[in-house]
């Protein structure tokens, strides 16, 4: 600016121009977890600073800070970046979905009986079940094995010996959990066998011994009969017995 014969002054001013800022492209593994697993995420080719942000519906976002690359996300959620850099218009990276899938829950079996004779249904039913559900079951001394088609909350079985039965419980990538076994006493049916005598032709009043054979039970209880009535005799749980013959 000049003015008259005075020395004139130029004015000045220094506008800054800001870069664009660049959210690059947003990585994140693995893409499927089971809740409470961390996640790895890494941002490719950016400019300028940047944020995290997580939304559970892709609509509102929320910002968050990963712990040196990683987070470990409660819930399913949508993820992306933004980079901004002065007063330059933010930048949005590419949307990325992470499924985390909730860990497998199971209450209690219920139901029996729980000693029955061979041939008798048990029933059984489990509470409180999330994910896939899988009865097993264990005779006396093998593994628990799956039972075939059994995937719901209720099972029916007719247990041929002692049986525990459990309830397997998954998610993907989660550990399996199994509900507390319950057991089953299966008696078996009682089989009567043969009564031998040893000696047949005997004098009155003379004991017989007779044997018990082939039988199967948990208790013995010899009885005779004459024309009128059946008689408890005193012997018990022995499969030999020496009686005197009256008549």
Known sequence: VEQGGCISEVAQDTVQGDSVPNSGVLDITPL?????SPITL?????????SYESSP???LYATFTPSSGTYIPTDSAYYRVLASNGVCISDTSNVLFVAANKN???????????????????????????GKVQWQKQNTAGPFVDMPGETTTMVSDFPDSTTAYRVSVSTPLCPVIYATPVSVQVDQLSIAGEIVANNTDICRGDNSLLDLENNLGDSILWEFADMTQVYNLEASNTTSFSYPIAD
């Open 32 to 36: 499927e977890i089971c809740q409470g």
């Open 42 to 50: 890494d941002v490719l080719g950016s400019f300028g600073t940047l």
């Open 57 to 59: 519906d892709a609509s």
């Open 104 to 130: 497998p829950e199971v209450g209690l079996i219920t139901g029996g009986p729980q000693t029955i004779c061979v041939g008798t249904e048990v029933n059984f039913a489990v509470a409180d079940t999330y």
